[in-house]
């Protein structure tokens, strides 16, 4: 990674301030929808238990919260992201669903994760990670922070294997996108550097190979949309 966007990871919350209003409206228009369905797929991931207590990070706008609630046995949802911005929207958007006793947003780092050993039984990350600073000791944090049995599941944006649709891809991602993403947030260059996070990140075996080295087992990852988002689960098993 080059130094120069290892320091922009550090800030990239400021970018999420400054789009957060067209934020939601942008990435249903620049993925044609599809990050909505990519999203869905944290219901299949719940941990095979009766009860489960959630943590979201990097919540953003907290739609992920908002679908995983959909599941009867998710009591709770706590979200966290740095971004204001964002949590603000977010929880406006848990308040006129009247879900405000199930799902709390609040301002916190999803690296350092400020939440005592084994609290939760799943942990979630959806498009957030790529922008973490530190991805191994997000993750290690992770691990200390669920419980045995509890599950962590991450979706992020990946490459197609395919060479047409990596082409195809490459050229809707580094010459469209970004001009479109800048153009309707009004900022500069918040979506050229959410492309570069994209292309900078480990995504695959090399991602689960990190989820493994931290302690997770049955560790797997699945490839949706010809691999443009691949959805990462983990078990933390008991000790
Ligand atoms: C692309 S958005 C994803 C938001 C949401 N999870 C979704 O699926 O729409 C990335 C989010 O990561 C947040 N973020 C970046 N670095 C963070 C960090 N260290 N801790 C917590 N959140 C962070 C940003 O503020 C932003 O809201």
Redesign the pocket.
């Known amino acids: 990674m080059t130094s120069k966007l290892a320091t922009r990871k550090k800030e ?2 400021k970018i ?1 301030d400054e789009i957060a209003r067209s934020y939601d409206f942008l ?1 249903h228009f620049l993925s044609f929808g599809i990050d909505i369905y990519w ?1 869905q797929k944290f219901l299949g991931a719940l941990p095979n238990l009766d009860k489960i207590n959630a943590l979201d ?5 907290g ?2 919260a908002l679908i995983l609630v959909k599941d009867k046995r998710v009591e709770k949802v706590t979200g ?4 204001k911005g ?1 949590v603000d929207i977010g929880r406006k958007k848990v308040e006129d669903k009247n879900l405000t006793n199930k799902i709390t947003l609040e301002l ?4 350092e994760i400020p939440f005592a050993d084994e609290t939760f039984d799943l942990v979630t ?4 990670i790529r ?3 530190d991805h191994k000791r997000s993750i290690q944090n992770i691990h200390r922070v669920l419980k045995p049995r509890g599950k962590v599941a991450i979706m992020e944006f990946s490459l197609p294997k395919n060479k047409l649709m990596r082409a195809l891809y490459l050229f809707y991602f580094r010459n469209i996108l970004p001009r479109i993403g800048n153009l309707l947030s009004g900022h500069g260059d918040a979506y050229t550097y959410l492309n570069k996070t994209v292309e900078d990140f480990p995504y695959g075996q090399e991602f689960s190979d990190l989820l493994s080295e931290a302690g997770f087992k049955n560790v797997s990852h699945k490839a949706y949309t010809f691999g443009v988002a691949t959805l990462y689960q983990g078990e933390k098993l008991k000790c």
Do not use: C, H, P, Q
């Open positions: 990239s919350y999420f990435n999203r990070l990097a919540t953003g706008t739609d992920v966290i992201d740095r971004s964002m916190g780092d999803g690296v990350i959806s498009f957030g922008n973490f600073s």
